[in-house]
């Protein structure tokens, strides 16, 4: 067995990035992401919230046909830490997420960090196939932060957002 790590860090507001997105608007695009995940995250096609509280939320995941788990779904717990981090725990399989907004030298300097803990119980660790599904994990890492900080970006250009 491997549990595979990726960590990916992005700046939300680089230079000549427009509209710059402020740490409550970056917030708020969280907390659409849990609510409605396939719109950050394209092999995702619904999600149903089961259960929430302030800093708790139980959802279903469904994939889009011939992605995701077998049977297309998975439930997922998420502790949310305002306004900072959610971590999002997969019940399924085990796989942990967590999603960290942080400021650097002042309220714009904001970082978007994914961490990723996938497990895979039918690999083992250091061989070919390890690496191989590393690498690829790497890329859909990496692609996945940028994707979320560009919707984001979108969201408050077309007025979706309340901050």
């Known amino acids: ?84 981090k959610v971590d999002f725990r997969n019940l399924d399989t085990g796989a942990f997420i967590n999603n960290t907004i942080s400021q650097g030298k002042d309220e714009t300097d904001l970082y978007l960090t994914f961490y990723f803990e996938w497990p895979y119980p039918r690999i083992e660790e250091g061989g070919e196939e390890a690496k191989k599904m590393s690498d690829q994990l790497w890329q859909q890492a990496r692609t996945t932060v940028q994707h979320t900080i560009d919707v984001a970006r979108e969201m408050k250009s077309k007025g979706e957002l309340k901050h």
């Open 1 to 84: 067995m491997v549990v595979l790590c990726q960590a990916q860090t992005y700046p939300i507001n680089p230079p000549n990035a427009s509209p710059i997105l402020t740490l409550a608007q970056v917030w708020e695009v969280m907390q659409v992401k849990c609510r409605k995940p396939e719109l950050f995250v394209a092999p995702i096609s619904a999600c149903e919230v089961l259960e929430e509280t302030g800093s708790f939320m139980k959802r279903t995941v469904t994939f889009k046909e011939g992605m995701g788990p077998p049977g297309g779904k998975m439930i997922e717990e998420m502790d949310i830490r305002a306004p900072w």
